[in-house]
C-alpha cells in the first residue's frame, strides 16, 4: 500500500505509522487466502531469495494491530480525533483482492479512530495522486534493481518524495560486491519501514515456488541489463 506523503494527513510521519498500526495483516492472510499461502514481508519479499524478508512478522515495527499506540502516534501527529482517508485501487476485476483488503483494513482501523474510505479509482486518478493511499500488487524479483523503481520520487505512482531513500537506493544500486549490496538493501528496507513509506501487508512467494519445482535446473535469473553488465564487469575485473 503506497502512502500519498504529498497530502494531509499522510503526509506526517507519525500519521503513517498510527495507520500502519491499525492494520491486521494477519487477520487479512487468514481471511483472504488458504493456511500457508501469504507470509509477512518487507519490501523484498520471501521470494526476493537473501534480498527478502524471510521472518514471521514478529520482528517488524508495525506487524499486527496495536490501538492503544496508534493512538498515541495519533495524538502526536496533532489528530487526536483520527482522521479519514481515501484508499484506492484501481476500478477493474484484476484488483478486486485489494478491494477486499480495503475493506478489512477499514474494520481494524476503525477503532484506532482511522475512517478508510474505499476508493475505486480510475487509471487517471491514480496518476494524478487523487488518493491518500492505494493498493496494488507488486511481483517479487530476485533483485531489489527489479524493484527499486516503486520507491523512487520520479515514478508518478509513487508520492512519498524522499532525498534520503533516494540516496540510499543509489548508493545499493553501485555496489558491486554481493555481501556489500545486500547490507545496502537493508539500509532501504530499514528505512522505508521506520518512514512508514510502504505498507508491504503480505507476499504470496508459493504462487512462484509452486512451478519453479516443476523447471529442470531452474536458478532465479539477475534482472535485467545493469545486473548482467555488473557480473560480466566483474568477471572480467
Given at each position: ?19 500502519f498500526l491499525s492494520i491486521d495483516e494477519q487477520l487479512i492472510m487468514d481471511i483472504l487466502f488458504p493456511a500457508g499461502v ?54 477493474t476485476g484484476n484488483f478486486d483482492l485489494n478491494r477486499q483488503m480495503i475493506e478489512l483494513i477499514r474494520e481494524t482501523a476503525?477503532?484506532?479512530?482511522i475512517t478508510v474510505n474505499v476508493f475505486p479509482m480510475e487509471r487517471g486518478q491514480m496518476i494524478e495522486g487523487e488518493w ?106
Open positions: 500500500i503506497f502512502m500519498n506523503c504529498e497530502r494531509e494527513p499522510l503526509n506526517n510521519v507519525k500519521a503513517r505509522q498510527a495507520l501469504a507470509f509477512p514481508t518487507r519490501f523484498a519479499p520471501p521470494i526476493s531469495g537473501a534480498y527478502g524478508y524471510q521472518g514471521d512478522g514478529s520482528d517488524l515495527a508495525f506487524f499486527g494491530v496495536d490501538t492503544e499506540r496508534a493512538k498515541a502516534l495519533l495524538v502526536e501527529a496533532g489528530y487526536s480525533d483520527g482522521f479519514t482517508i481515501e484508499m484506492g485501487f484501481l476500478n476503525a477503532p484506532s479512530g491518500d493511499a492505494w493498493s496494488t500488487p507488486l511481483p517479487g524479483k530476485p533483485d531489489p534493481a527489479a524493484q527499486d523503481r516503486w520507491l523512487r520520487p520520479e515514478n508518478a505512482l509513487i508520492r512519498c518524495p524522499d532525498d534520503q531513500l533516494s540516496e540510499l537506493l543509489d548508493i545499493q544500486n553501485g555496489k558491486t560486491d554481493p555481501a556489500e549490496r545486500l547490507a545496502a538493501w537493508m539500509d532501504v528496507e530499514d528505512y522505508v519501514e521506520e518512514n512508514a513509506i510502504v505498507h508491504n501487508t503480505l507476499a504470496q512467494p508459493n504462487r512462484i515456488r509452486a512451478w519453479q519445482s516443476n523447471v529442470m535446473d531452474y536458478v532465479d535469473p539477475p534482472h535485467g541489463r545493469r545486473m548482467f553488465l555488473r557480473q560480466t564487469w566483474l568477471d572480467r575485473g
